[in-house]
């Protein structure tokens, strides 16, 4: 799994500075609940499901966009920190569905639990059918019951951090500087995992903004 801030993310106009505020934190704050309220609201509303598909086709193409930048800067365990992890996700399983897939299966095998279950991927996964997982999870925040596609992207990764950290484990006496990024990048899923999993139950209490 790439890291994940290192893909070029597009950097706001300066128009669109201008109306959020570019040096008010607190209202790129306002606009960036106001804004994954009202995407996810809009989304939602449309029962046919052509909006959830056109943004999940989009965003799997051309990245995060101007809206989304503000989301990065949201306190993790709200909804729109909580939508930022979900597009971070979907980025990288994209960027590089192969080492996903390694991470991935790797984790299967050594995580005793029940979150490979959980996310639902098939056993073993292909790099295509985690492509396709994480699509099915992103568009299930937008048509389903956005709490259970948070639990099934937190329990993904769950599977991926346990993936990172055996195979840092393989890496460290020959590679330590590889290893050294897989921890890293097994810390930050893990911690991703624990925020979309407190957002998905304050999504059940109404109390995630």
């Not at 509303?45 to 193409?61: N, W």
């Not at 810390?187 to 991703?192: D, K, P, Q, S, T």
Request: charged letters at 25%; glycine letters at 6%.
């Amino acid at each position: 799994m790439p890291e994940q801030h290192r893909r070029p993310i597009r950097r706001p106009s300066s128009a669109f500075d201008n109306i959020v505020g570019a040096h008010d934190p607190a209202e790129e704050t306002r606009v960036a609940h106001a804004t994954a309220s009202a995407l996810l609201t809009r989304v939602r509303a449309d029962e046919s499901g052509a909006s959830a598909e056109r943004l999940v086709a989009f965003t799997a193409e051309h990245g995060i966009d101007d809206i989304a930048e503000l989301w990065s800067k949201a306190p993790s365990r709200t909804l729109p920190g909580a939508l930022w992890r979900l597009y971070l996700l979907q980025l990288a399983i994209h960027g590089d569905p192969h080492t996903a897939a390694l991470l991935y299966e790797r984790g299967r095998v050594e995580l005793h639990s029940a979150d490979a279950a959980i996310a639902g991927a098939p056993v073993p996964a292909d790099p295509d059918e985690l492509v396709a997982l994480i699509d099915t999870i992103l568009r299930g925040a937008f048509r389903g019951d956005f709490a259970v596609a948070l639990d099934r992207a937190a329990a993904f990764c769950r599977v991926q951090a346990s993936g990172a950290t055996h195979t840092a484990d393989d890496y460290e006496p020959t590679e330590p500087e590889r290893a050294s990024e897989l921890t890293t990048r097994a810390l930050r899923l893990n911690g991703y995992g624990q925020d979309l999993s407190a957002a998905a139950v304050l999504w059940r209490q109404d109390s995630l903004i």
